[in-house]
């Protein structure tokens, strides 16, 4: 307890300190500033983002921020103006710490998407002690001064509100009223255009040239954070999602939700008929490991170059596995997610953006949830940052049991962006052979991605004239991949996992090389407009079954949309009542479909339609396939609205949250079914 004398000299300090404030009029935001920046500063340093430190473009945004967090305090007299300041203070102070230890485990900062999936922020569980360090509580060092200021402000100070009015702008002189609120709305008013100059002004530009597509893509927030700062990335992420899901958002009408439930119910049906197929269940029970390839193409597949085979390993498996040789990525913008997404839920992916950026919370029949419903154990493997493409909150959300990323792994080969795929699948395989059986297993492969950067010891191929090329790194690339992938199939042999396990693989999408000149050059011939589109779309899908059965080259054409189906079909798992786009593609007889691209080309294996740039479907071109060459575009105008289709209805579905819909209408009619049977049979017994 403080003395009387303590207590009136602790008042005289406070009542001073307001008067100095006022006096000196914003002071206390300037203040303000100075600490909040140099906060931002030391948190920049505790993350320690590579090539992402604060400088002179980062600085001036984030005192940007600050601006417009704090141009409406100027409304306020000086008294209120130091308690919001405060309040600010700890806010801004406590979001950055939550962060800090966020991204310390998840690598990735805390999301609205987050926010609204707590087991997220829960699965730091124990672990949280580990993640605090004393030097991250210089965040919260001014804390020691400016909470009991601001609790005896608020509880101590209201005696002298009343002699202060005056003083601080409520005097019953109307002419000092006004001239206090014109000056007042002036400064805020000000201040806010000199904030949105200095941030949204300077990230717009940088929209513009060094951070073209990012915002597009959003594929990691903290490469967004790298352009906002942390301030302004909450403000863009807040504004990021009540644009998606609120502004821009319509509820669907019950129409439109009736519509897309029939069109997918017939897709269901379809998959529901082939369940009288001999392959049904062929592989019940059996484990799954499934494979996402970093940028591998179809055309890698049984090409040689310096007398070297380039796939060898790959080339083996597909003798003895089930493979299709017009197999396509249907990826979009969000690229290595998009192939993730079509693979595991087989739905198509957004035209801009990624379904695990925007719809994240959204509900799915996906894969991992399918099988951990049936008893499977589930688990991710993916040698990166677990934010990167917000994978930390779509893999809770669709059923895996656990995610594997960077920080499990110990990162003892580092090869192009991190860890070699050849340490990446040894240690993969150790946890993989501790899980309980039966189980699925989904590992992305990072080394072969652009721009292919391999050390000089795993440059094994002899690439003659495209040494030095993009297409000479790329085929070193693939090649040590493809030794990867060789020494992980060996260990699932050594393990006794390879004949009781699906093993099935695919590429996630092209490579990004756009000089078709090295390809002509590596492939010795020019290429025609439908050679180069099958080139970038098709990619390899091999499934290696326990018993080898199936094995050979497939030519029915399928997508990543297919991939689910496949699996569970053969697993015996009905998808008749699930919302899934694809069909299964090993049958006892060659099921025909249409491959839908998110441009709107598609094919069904005979014929590839190109749309033009104009939408309309006469202007689009439609190639014969087998010939190599254009025909008449009446050939292809049958499967227009069918391919429209499917992407309006896919959109509609995820951008609604339409399986959830669908979801609560089955379970209410589940409950009205229930009642009149009950009283059907309270009726009968009368």
């Known amino acids: 307890m403080l003395s009387y004398t303590e207590h009136t000299a602790a008042r005289r300090l406070v009542r001073s300190t307001l008067e100095w404030l006022n006096r000196l009029k914003g002071v206390d935001v300037l203040l303000f500033f100075v600490v909040m920046l140099l906060k931002q500063l030391w948190f920049n340093r505790l993350v320690h983002v590579p090539n992402m430190d604060m400088d002179g473009f980062d600085t001036v945004v984030a005192i940007g921020t600050l601006a417009l967090v704090t141009f409406w305090t100027f409304w306020l007299p000086a008294r209120g103006r130091i308690i919001a300041l405060i309040v600010l203070d700890i806010l801004l102070s406590f979001i950055m710490y939550a962060d800090l230890i966020y991204y310390r485990y998840f690598q990735d900062f805390i999301s609205v998407p987050v926010l609204l999936q707590a087991n997220q922020v829960d699965s730091l569980g124990e672990s949280i002690g580990t993640l605090i360090h004393a030097k991250d509580f210089l965040l919260a060092i001014d804390w020691l001064l400016i909470i009991p200021f601001a609790v005896y402000v608020i509880f101590k100070g209201r005696s002298d509100l009343r002699r202060d009015t005056h003083e601080f702008g409520?005097?019953?002189?109307?002419p000092t009223i006004w001239r206090k609120i014109v000056i007042r709305v002036t400064v805020s008013a000000a201040i806010f255009a000199i904030g949105m100059t200095m941030s949204i002004g300077n990230v717009n530009e940088a929209k513009k040239t060094w951070a073209l597509g990012l915002f597009d893509g959003n594929w990691w927030n903290v490469s967004l954070y790298n352009v906002t700062g942390i301030v302004g990335f909450h403000g863009y992420d807040v504004y990021r999602y009540a644009k998606l899901h609120w502004i821009d958002?319509?509820?669907?009408?019950?129409?439109?939700?009736?519509e897309a439930l029939v069109w997918t119910q017939a897709r269901g049906d379809n998959r529901q008929s082939l369940e009288s197929d001999p392959t049904f269940g062929e592989y019940k029970g059996s484990n799954v490991i499934m494979v996402q390839m970093e940028a591998f193409q179809n055309f890698m597949i049984g090409k040689s170059i310096g007398g070297q085979e380039i796939t060898p390993n790959l080339n083996k498996l597909v003798k003895e596995s089930a493979y299709f040789s017009q197999f396509y990525h249907q990826t979009a913008q969000g690229r290595t997610s998009d192939a993730d997404f079509l693979s595991n839920c087989s739905l198509q992916p957004m035209m801009s953006g990624s379904v695990f950026i925007q719809y994240a919370n959204h509900q799915y029949n996906c894969m991992p949830d399918t099988l951990k419903n049936n008893g499977y154990t589930t688990a991710a493997f993916h040698a990166y940052e677990g934010?990167?493409?917000n994978r930390n909150t779509m893999y809770a959300n669709i059923g895996y049991d656990t995610f594997y990323s960077k920080k499990n792994y110990q990162i003892d080969e580092p090869v192009g962006w991190s860890l070699g795929d050849t340490s990446f699948f040894r240690q993969s395989s150790d946890i993989i052979a501790q899980q309980q059986q039966p189980f699925y297993s989904f590992l992305i492969t990072l080394s072969s991605h652009y721009p292919f950067t391999m050390p000089d010891s795993e440059k094994k191929l002899n690439v003659g004239d495209l040494d030095g090329t993009l297409m000479g790194d790329y085929l070193q690339a693939i090649h040590y991949v493809d030794a990867s992938l060789g020494i992980f199939i060996d260990r699932l042999k050594a393990e006794g996992l390879w004949d009781n396990t699906i093993?099935?693989?695919y590429g996630d999408h092209d490579n990004s090389i756009r000089d078709w000149s090295l390809f002509e050059k590596f492939l010795g011939q020019p290429l025609s407009?439908?050679?180069?589109e099958m080139i970038l779309k098709q990619v390899p899908f091999i499934v290696h079954l326990p018993d080898g059965k199936y094995a050979g080259t497939h030519t029915n054409v399928g997508g990543q949309?297919?991939?689910?189906?496949t699996i569970l079909h053969l697993l015996g798992i009905s998808t008749a009542d699930m919302t899934l786009l694809g069909q299964p593609l090993i049958t006892s007889q060659p099921q025909s479909k249409l491959v839908v691209q998110r441009n709107g080309a598609f094919t069904d294996g005979t014929v590839y339609y190109m749309p033009s740039g104009d939408a309309v479907a006469e202007n689009g071109k439609c190639w014969n396939i087998a010939a190599n060459a254009?025909?008449?575009v009446g050939k292809c105008l049958g499967a227009v609205e069918d391919a429209r289709s499917e992407l309006s209805m896919s959109d509609q579905i995820v951008?609604?949250?339409l399986i959830a819909s669908f979801r609560a209408a089955a379970v209410e009619a589940s409950a009205d079914g229930g009642e009149a049977i009950a009283a059907n049979t309270n009726g009968a017994g009368k």
């Open 170 to 174: 409520y005097s019953s002189k109307r």
């Open 249 to 258: 958002s319509e509820q669907a009408s019950a129409e439109e939700t009736a």
């Open 387 to 389: 934010g990167f493409w």
């Open 503 to 505: 093993v099935a693989m």
């Open 529 to 532: 407009d439908l050679q180069r």
């Open 561 to 565: 949309l297919d991939v689910t189906p």
């Open 630 to 632: 254009l025909g008449d």
């Open 655 to 657: 951008q609604h949250d």
